[in-house]
């Protein structure tokens, strides 16, 4: 079946530094997602991607979609303390479930 | 806020008891999802409404029995269960079946099997 990798697992960084995440898949998907989850609670959608190339922001957040559709990216500017969670990515195909990544673990160092 | 409410927060059953975990959504959304959470894993998908019907059974053990009442409800009835299903078990719902609408969760029921 299709599986999404996520680089990197986990990472730590200093309060204030840009932060770069990504997804990659061997097979094409029509629609990326990015989700973050924090501790006993349930994934938030961040930020939905419908077209190859396309560039979205959400305040801080920035994604792509791939333009060979099997990639997406996520870019967090400026992080704060509360940008620590889980990140997942998401793929989906017309009239399949969606698949999601592993998972990167944020954390920040104040 | 979540728009997809779940209740309860957390549950601790026995292995020969019975229980259901409740999940609502009020978005008009014509599909519901039931995924199980693992610790530091992403969620896997087990049923699919699709329309009020059950549309996708991800090969999930008859121990766990879902039920969708209405558009707005969805149920998961748990019997005999076991350690192993100790888990973060997580209602979604979407606007289309199928399509590309994204998924929408509550915050998860922690369910911890006895």
């Known amino acids: 079946g299709q599986q999404l990798n996520q680089s990197p697992q986990s990472m730590f960084i200093q309060e204030g530094e840009d932060v770069s995440m990504n997804c990659t898949s061997s097979s094409i998907f029509n629609t990326w997602l990015w989700y973050k989850q924090d501790p006993g609670e349930g994934p938030v959608l961040l930020i939905a991607?419908?077209?190859?190339?396309e560039l979205t922001s959400n305040g801080r957040l920035t994604a792509q979609f791939g333009i060979t559709r099997k990639d997406s990216f996520l870019n967090i500017s400026a992080s704060i303390p509360s940008d620590v969670g889980i990140y997942f990515c998401?793929?989906?195909?017309?009239?399949?479930?969606?698949?999601f990544g592993p998972g990167t673990r944020l954390s920040v160092l104040p | 806020d979540t728009e997809v409410t779940q209740t309860p927060k957390h549950l601790v059953m026995g292995m020969t008891n019975k229980k259901s975990l409740k999940c609502e959504q009020h978005m008009g959304h014509r599909a519901m999802y039931w995924y199980k959470q693992k610790a530091k894993k992403p969620p896997e998908l087990m049923f699919v409404y699709s329309y009020e019907k059950l549309s996708i059974n991800e090969s999930v053990p008859s121990r766990f029995s879902p039920e969708c009442p209405n558009s707005s409800l969805l149920n998961l009835h748990l019997h005999a269960l076991q350690p192993e299903d100790s888990a973060l078990y997580l209602c979604?719902?979407?606007?289309?079946?199928?399509?590309?609408?994204?998924?929408?969760f509550g915050n998860g029921t922690r369910l911890t099997v006895t």
């Open positions: 979604a719902s979407s606007q289309d079946p199928g399509y590309n609408s994204p998924l929408h």
């Open positions: 998401a793929g989906h195909n017309y009239g399949q479930n969606f698949v």
């Open positions: 991607l419908y077209k190859a190339g």
